[in-house]
């Protein structure tokens, strides 16, 4: 693979995650309690379990990101069939699978803090659940792949 294509999905990774990163320090640091929206007794108590399972998902999501940083850069170095790449796509499934996980959880509080005039809360909650569950799929298709061909590699360098 060309050194350029690699650069062109490190800017798409870099791209993916400045959005997220602005809406971590700007967007949901914009919840203010003392909002007349939060005012109500049925929304009270549901500000800071939406907020905290937010702030929880970013983590694994950040983490992921930069697994995907390092396997690109694992490509350029000519060391994609290797442990490393094999261990990067393995955390990047479980990140994957603990972002579905919190997003399970969090659904509830979702759809308690939309009304139902408001479904946009619950689709994206469910699109956050769905792209996770492919990108958790595609790093299990892809690691074991990846292991297959390490192992015959390693078998054909044996009988060499």
Known sequence: MKRGSTLFLKIAVFLIGTPVLAVCIFGLSRFDPNSLYWQSPELANLQYPVLIGMYAA??????????????LSYID????????????LKTIKYCAIIII???VVEMPFLYLLTKADDAPG???GLVVIFASMVIAVFAAVLQRLLQTAINLKSENDLTV
């Open 101 to 103: 996980i919190l997003y």
């Open 58 to 71: 970013m983590i694994p999501f950040f983490i992921a990101l930069y697994q995907t940083l390092k396997l």
């Open 77 to 88: 170095r000519n060391k994609a069939f290797s442990e490393l790449s094999v261990r990067a």
């Open 122 to 124: 619950i689709i994206i």
